[in-house]
Nanobody, 120 residues
């Protein structure tokens, strides 16, 4: 059984910062690509940032220069450091991970999501 769990969301004023964390646990041999996605009310889910196991990153244009994705392979954890937050960053942020299970299968998992609200 595999779990992917996010933490670190909350309410923050415009210009503020939050650090989101996402940990994968369970019958995992290795975690490959990990990523953060977000979905605002009434909008489709969009990719925010991804990171490979080797640390190669990719960002949506709207967060470049403000958000940083990083990971700790030993902890099977990915982080999203968000700075200079704007009201339009308000959304449910979800973590996605591609993992290799102990039985050799490679599967994709989503976390439940964590709410980020940017408001004064």
């Amino acid at each position: 059984q595999v779990q992917v769990a996010e933490s670190g969301g909350g309410l923050v004023q415009p210009g503020g910062s939050l650090r989101l964390s996402c940990a994968a646990s369970g019958s995992i041999v290795r975690v490959y690509d990990m990523g953060w996605y977000r979905q605002a009310p009434g909008k489709q889910r969009e990719l925010v940032a991804t990171i490979t196991r080797d640390g190669i990153t990719n960002y949506v244009d709207s967060v470049k220069g403000r958000f940083t994705i990083s990971r700790d392979n030993a902890k099977k954890t990915v982080y999203l450091h968000t700075n200079s937050l704007k009201p339009e960053d308000t959304a449910v942020y979800s973590c996605n991970a591609n993992v290799k299970l102990v039985d050799g299968r490679i599967r994709n998992y989503w976390g439940q999501g964590t709410q980020v609200t940017v408001s004064s």
